[in-house]
Structures are given as structure tokens and as C-alpha cells.
């Protein structure tokens, strides 16, 4: 692909902060998104950003999602400094609708699912090293949770929901500080899959949460980022995965899949990349086991976007190519990626 042809990465909009912001979220259907440290809406008018909702708590919020949510009813659940878990109703967040003290030490990461099937779930993960599974439904415990054995705490760094495709099943993955990724059937709660990336796993994002599981991608420290094809295992080898290396050794602090084409992803070590479908998706192996065939990846584009290291991103769900991210250096922007469709 020619750099005519290649998909740009335009900065259209940048807001400085008062304050380190920890994650962006767009609001689905609408021109607004939500900036989290303290907890901020900006909506997008006349070619700028105005801010909203300004709302600051006693502690910084750490983490946010909409996943669990119907468009009808959007709620945002976030997770802060102080291990709470708590709901806001993103028009009137003053007061949050749900609030319970999940862990004993920061909420890291959080994800949630049941938007299209399945109960509203979220799953948050701690640097108490454990994850625990909520669903809003039920107040103030936990529907399940994921214990690490003694001695082996690890500070839980990403999680993420999979494979709900109908009001039943659904996967939870887990990534640590020690490389550690751990994939758990949460219907007929067991560990499926566990393997190491070499490097703590910053983040984790299936390419969807609705389908049956079809790729995982785990981005690490020291710019590398595996992706695994999640549709065969081999009793052996489990589960196939490419590994990508950037030239430099900084953290991937995230990846997000282009709501529009799940085969395109974007990472904030780099610009977006897609993954390639081989020929067959699996073969059979010498012991007459099927294994599955991995594919390859293709860096798309690449591009310096801030001074300091791009922390957070979001596409907007409904327009192919808007996106929000924040930095380090205390500013948010708004972005556009071109060109995504003749990819």
C-alpha cells in the first residue's frame, strides 16, 4: 500500500486538562464523549469540543465502560483509586445509581457485556490481583470471582468480556503483571485457556464481544502485542498467536478494533493495523489434531500523535474513523482516521 493510498490520522480537536486523564469512552449515539480522572463530558460542536458535565469526586477514577449497557438506558460504570465500583447515569452523574467497594486496592480495569445478550455484567480487575464478576442486578457482592492461589499475587492489569453470542455463554480473559493471560468460561466457570506474553499485559480486547470468539489481542510492555485466533485448540500447542515487536521498547498502552471492521485495529504504540485470514483457518497436525492457522498482520499507518504516551483511545461506535484519546501531557484530542473503507 502506497502512502497516498494509506488510511491518514488527523488531529482535529485538542482540549488541555487540569488533571492526568486514565480513559476516554465515546457515548454511543451521540457527539459526546466522557474524559475520566475526574469525570468530564465533552460534546462536539461548531468544529470544537465544549465541555458539558464537570464533576470531581473524593478519588480519581481510574476506568470506565458503557459495554454493559442498552443505548436506551446508557449508563457508564467506572472504577477508581479507592477499589470502588460504581454507575452513573451519564446524564446526571452527580449521584452515582449503583456503588460498591470492589476491591481493597485500585480498580485497574473494567469491561462489561449483556448490551445485546445476556445479563448486564461487568468485570473488574485489581492490584489486589483478584477479578471479580458483577452483575448490576445483584447489590453489593460479587456473582463470581477469580482468586489467585497464595503467594501468587499479581497486580491484574486488563480484562476483558468474549464469546457472548446468546444469553448464556460468555468468557472472561485476564491479564497480568507477570505476562499472565488467563481466559475463564464463565457458564460453566473453569479455566479454558492460560498462557505468558513475556511482558506484563497492559491491555486486552477481543475483536468482538457478541460472536463466538474469534481473536484476542494483548498488548504489552516493551511494544509488543500478541494476537490469538481463538477458533481452535490444540490440546498442545492451544491456542495459535502472531507476535508484533515496535521498533522502540515503550509501553502499548491500549488497542481498540474499528467497531466498523473488526480485521482493523489501532494501538497507542502505533497507528492502525489489520490482520490478514489465511487460506485455511486451521490444519491438521501430526497427531491428527486440528490447530488452528494464525494469519499474519499488516501495520497500516504509523504516527507521533503526542508528546507524551497516548494512555487511552476510543472509536465512536457510530461514525467510522471519529475517535477520542488522551495523553500523559494532560490533554485530550479528538481525531479522525481516513480511508477506512477501501481497506
Given at each position: ?241 502472531v507476535n508484533q515487536k515496535a521498533k522502540d521498547n515503550t509501553t502499548i498502552w491500549t488497542v481498540r478494533h474499528l467497531p466498523q471492521n473488526r480485521d ?80
Amino acid at each position: 500500500m502506497n502512502g497516498i493510498d494509506k488510511p491518514q490520522i488527523i488531529t482535529h480537536i485538542t482540549k488541555s486538562l487540569s488533571y492526568t486523564p486514565y480513559c476516554v469512552k465515546w457515548i454511543p449515539c451521540s457527539a459526546k464523549f466522557v474524559v475520566l480522572g475526574a469525570l468530564q463530558v465533552y460534546e462536539l460542536t461548531e468544529g470544537d469540543a465544549k465541555l458539558i458535565i464537570d464533576v470531581e469526586k473524593p478519588s480519581s477514577f481510574k476506568c470506565g465502560t458503557f459495554s454493559h449497557s442498552a443505548i436506551s438506558n446508557r449508563t457508564l460504570a467506572t472504577g477508581d483509586f479507592d477499589g470502588r465500583l460504581q454507575v452513573y447515569d451519564i446524564e446526571n452523574p452527580d449521584i452515582s445509581v449503583y456503588s460498591v467497594k470492589a476491591h481493597e486496592k485500585i480498580v485497574n480495569c473494567i469491561d462489561g457485556a449483556g448490551s445485546n445478550f445476556g445479563a448486564p455484567e461487568l468485570v473488574t480487575g485489581s492490584s489486589d490481583g483478584i477479578v471479580k464478576i458483577w452483575d448490576l442486578r445483584q447489590r453489593d457482592k460479587p456473582v463470581a470471582k477469580i482468586v489467585p492461589e497464595s503467594g501468587e499475587v499479581r497486580d491484574t492489569w486488563s480484562v476483558a468480556f468474549g464469546n457472548s453470542y446468546n444469553d448464556e455463554e460468555r468468557v472472561v480473559a485476564a491479564g497480568y503483571e507477570n505476562g499472565d493471560i488467563k481466559m475463564f468460561d464463565l457458564k460453566n466457570m473453569k479455566l479454558i485457556f492460560e498462557t505468558n506474553a513475556k511482558n506484563g499485559v497492559v491491555a486486552l480486547e477481543f475483536d468482538r464481544k457478541d460472536i463466538k470468539m474469534n481473536k484476542l489481542v494483548a498488548t504489552c510492555l516493551e511494544s509488543n502485542f500478541n494476537v490469538y485466533d481463538l477458533r481452535t485448540y490444540h490440546p498442545k500447542k492451544k491456542f495459535p498467536a502472531v507476535n508484533q515487536k515496535a521498533k522502540d521498547n515503550t509501553t502499548i498502552w491500549t488497542v481498540r478494533h474499528l467497531p466498523q471492521n473488526r480485521d482493523i485495529f489501532i494501538t497507542s504504540g502505533g497507528g492502525p493495523g489489520g490482520g490478514n485470514y489465511p487460506p485455511q483457518r486451521t490444519v491438521k497436525s501430526e497427531d491428527d489434531n486440528l490447530e488452528g492457522v494464525p494469519g499474519t498482520l499488516q501495520a497500516i499507518q504509523t504516527v507521533n500523535a503526542a508528546e507524551q504516551p497516548v494512555s487511552s483511545f476510543d472509536w465512536s461506535p457510530d461514525k467510522q474513523g471519529l475517535c477520542v484519546f488522551s495523553a500523559f501531557d494532560q490533554q485530550v484530542r479528538v481525531g479522525i482516521v481516513t480511508k477506512l473503507s477501501g481497506l
